[in-house]
């Protein structure tokens, strides 16, 4: 055997046909010279002919062909253990050798109290753990096409994470997925639960709930502003201060109707006598944003937006929110209007971090959200409104400071190359199901470090619930089977061919009257 080529990331043997004949693609091997070793993940396997370039003729006189292996360097072994770290290279006087289970249960340096079990490493068939503080203390996140299995994972991590007494994970759960989790407190926002408007804060009313654009409607954010400051003196743009909504748009329609006396009177005519008037600075210029007013309060679907609550209800809902007496809180979404759904995750998040900054080291409680469907709201797109704008400046925050007050972000996405890269690029480890858009897999593969791109390739042959954990959490990033949860995930994906071949009608008075009541 001999190797003819080593770079970086990447190595070329080449041996005879009788060597490595049970090798096949992803299989690990190890590279050593007696004094370094490099763990390898094989990528490509050429048999080649006498015409092979780097053969010489001793070497083809023995034998009719060779094979080529070409390997990604994923790291060393060091003392015995693996390590992503590459101290010295070996020199091109080398032995390979297949890794066998033996062999890779002996290099993994897990202790199982530090962590949980998600699943078994496929070609081993042995345990694959994560270090549980590598993985939360430092962003996470999850990536993979609709149907691999990313809602299983996530549900599994929530699981084990569900088995500590002090856990506290907030789930941001848009299609309502994981309502029914026994260990996990669902907060449904909609009739079961309401979220007053004034929790969303003066600035993002305005934009999110009343669709008002700051940067061009300056005369309606006025009028608003001198309503909002009538109603709370003491008020902040940028905090939940409570204020009765029906009053504010009362406020609106007398300055949109507002007639200033002049201090002059009518000496003729039949107003002879009567004060001269002119129009107000607002007059006839707010009926938009009234009649959006009217709207909001007069459609059912938004009717959670508006209960005549005290300021004190801010703690109850911080309490239910961010409370760890159940380890994981479900924020349901499900039944939230789309426009609403997303700024409200942002306010909740606004929330929950700006509660967390107040808190010593010493007093502390670690927080996990768990993003959902993460590209809808923090996505990478520089197209954004200012409300929106403000929305992702707070998950970027978080992203980049979170850590230091105990909070931190797991994203789950299908789409990758929408996520925001500010984000993207904090977290530690990603967890990466089937990808086939080249983009997708592009993006992941520009947050990894050199020698980890190529595993990234290797997923678009995964099977639903296969995943690659690449990061500090894992001592090895190698296909995993993930083990399915006890309490599994309310999937959406339907067998359109099973369903089809069933005999029955649509009950579809059934589903016109629950839309109709939405």
């Not at 070793?37 to 048999?47: A, Q």
């Not at 748009?249 to 001269?276: F, H, Q, S």
Request: proline share 4%; hydrophobic share 40%; with cysteine.
């Amino acid at each position: 055997m001999k190797l003819i080529k080593i770079i970086s990331d990447k190595v070329q043997i080449k041996t005879d046909q009788t060597e490595f004949k049970e090798v096949r693609i992803n299989d690990l091997l190890s590279i050593s010279d007696g004094r370094h070793e490099l763990v390898t993940c094989v990528t490509s396997i050429t048999d080649t002919d006498i015409s092979d370039p780097f053969a010489d003729e001793d070497f083809i006189a023995e034998r009719l062909s060779v094979k080529v292996v070409e390997c990604s360097i994923i790291g060393s072994i060091l003392n015995g253990r693996f390590s992503s770290a590459i101290e010295q290279y070996p020199s091109t006087d080398i032995v390979a050798r297949e890794i066998d289970r033996e062999a890779f249960e002996r290099m993994l340096s897990v202790d199982p109290g530090q962590g949980f079990c998600i699943g078994g490493y496929a070609a081993y068939e042995c345990p694959a753990w994560i270090n549980g503080n590598k993985f939360f203390q430092r962003h996470a996140c999850i990536v993979g096409n609709t149907g691999s299995g990313k809602s299983e994972t996530v549900a599994k991590i929530l699981e084990e994470a569900g088995k500590l007494p002090g856990a506290n994970l907030i789930v941001f759960d848009i299609h309502g997925e994981y309502s029914d989790l026994s260990y996990a407190r669902n907060i449904k926002i909609g009739e079961e639960f309401h979220f007053p408007v004034w929790l969303f804060g003066f600035q993002d009313v305005a934009a999110d709930i009343l669709k008002v654009k700051e940067e061009s409607s300056t005369v309606v954010m006025s009028a608003l502003r001198k309503c909002y400051y009538q109603l709370c003196p003491d008020g902040r743009e940028n905090r939940p201060v409570q204020f009765d909504f029906q009053k504010m748009l009362d406020l609106l329609e007398g300055l949109n109707a507002e007639e200033v006396m002049t201090g002059e009177i009518y000496k003729t005519g039949d107003k002879a006598g009567t004060a001269k008037t002119v129009k107000g600075d607002f007059y006839g210029k707010l009926s938009g944003v009234i009649n959006t007013m009217k709207d909001r309060l007069s459609d059912r679907r938004y009717s959670f937006l508006f209960f005549e609550d005290q300021q004190s209800y801010l703690k109850k809902v911080l309490h239910l929110i961010m409370d760890n007496d159940r380890p994981v809180k479900n924020i349901d979404l499900s039944e939230v209007p789309h426009d609403v759904a997303i700024p409200l995750i942002g306010a909740i998040a606004k929330l929950v971090y700006g509660v967390q900054r107040t808190y010593g080291p010493e007093e502390i409680i670690p927080v996990t959200l768990v993003c959902d469907e993460a590209h809808v709201y923090i996505p990478n797109d520089f197209q954004l409104s200012a409300s929106e704008k403000r929305m992702l400046g707070t998950f970027e925050e978080i992203a980049k400071e979170g850590r230091k007050f105990g909070m931190t972000l797991f994203p789950a996405s299908q789409r990758p190359s929408e996520l925001n890269k500010t984000i993207m690029a904090q977290c530690a480890n990603f967890i990466v199901s089937k990808l086939n858009n080249e983009n997708d897999k592009s993006m992941i593969k520009g947050m990894l470090p050199a020698g980890d791109e190529s595993v990234i390739d290797s997923t678009t042959t995964f099977r639903p619930g296969e995943v690659i954990i690449v990061g500090d959490a894992v001592p090895i990033p190698l296909k995993i089977q993930v083990c399915l949860a006890k309490e599994r995930p309310q999937s959406r994906t339907i067998d359109f061919w099973d369903e089809w071949s069933r005999a029955g009608s649509i009950d579809l008075d059934k589903g016109i009257d629950a839309y109709m009541r939405l």
